[in-house]
């Protein structure tokens, strides 16, 4: 899978080209004068900049203003919550992502961002539901079936465990598991002493299956063989 970092260089060249149709008629950027139009897309170029020497908060602040301005624009908002995962904020980026796809749920490059940081929180359900409806948004979306399928693994992980944890004579289900932790470079759970504890803060970021090595999918803004538009 590819790592974290590809998604940001990817994201730019999405929100650089995405078309400004996706507005109401009262905010067509058509109807907008030059002026306005070149402003927004340097407000958007300006924090693209930012975000690549990683200075999160002062682009969010640019494009936070760029959304009030106009928004019913998808791109500042899909840049902020950008901004918010690499940042670490991924809670406020799922809120950004979702509030997005509830004005824009055609987008499959949002709902596989989203797909991917709920994959990061253990929550495989989630991600493989958002990606099953990216992809029926974007059927040559190919990032999202590889990612789908990084899912399903995790899924096929998680409930192999489940099974081995129930029935310590299966003899079936470790050579799968293994299987899966080789494919997606998965470490085997740690040794826990029968005194182990563990916080509530890292319970609840456990998951049954075996933490991946790393991440569990490449958020992106767009597949690098699809840089056209959504329509």
Do not use: H
Not at 30 to 39: D, F, H, L, T
Request: glycine share 4%.
């Amino acid at each position: 899978m590819r790592p974290l970092s590809i998604l940001f260089a990817i994201v730019f060249v999405w929100c650089a080209q995405l078309a400004l149709a996706q507005t109401p008629p009262t905010a067509d950027p058509r109807e907008m004068p030059e002026s306005a139009r070149k402003a927004y897309a340097k407000g958007l170029k300006d924090a693209r900049g930012m975000l690549a020497d990683k200075k999160y908060a002062e682009a969010i602040v640019v494009l936070d203003t760029l959304s009030a301005e106009r928004p019913r624009e998808p791109q500042a908002r899909f840049l902020k919550g950008v901004a918010l995962a690499e940042s670490g904020k991924s809670d406020e980026a799922i809120v950004v992502y979702s509030a997005l796809l509830a004005d824009f749920p055609e987008l499959p490059e949002v709902r596989n961002n989203l797909a991917v940081l709920y994959a990061q929180k253990g929550n495989y359900e989630g991600a493989r539901d958002e990606l099953v409806a990216a992809l029926l948004a974007a059927p040559d979306y190919t990032i999202a079936y590889e990612n789908l399928g990084d899912v399903y693994a995790r899924l096929a992980g998680v409930n192999y465990e489940k099974a081995i944890a129930r029935d310590a004579k299966n003899k079936t289900a470790p050579p799968k598991l293994k299987l899966v932790r080789d494919v997606l470079g998965m470490r085997p759970p740690p040794v826990r002493t029968p005194d182990s504890t563990t916080t509530p803060a890292a319970a609840a970021n456990a998951t049954e299956a075996a933490p991946p090595a790393a991440p569990p999918a490449t958020p992106v803004d767009a597949p690098a063989a699809t840089t056209d538009a959504p329509k």
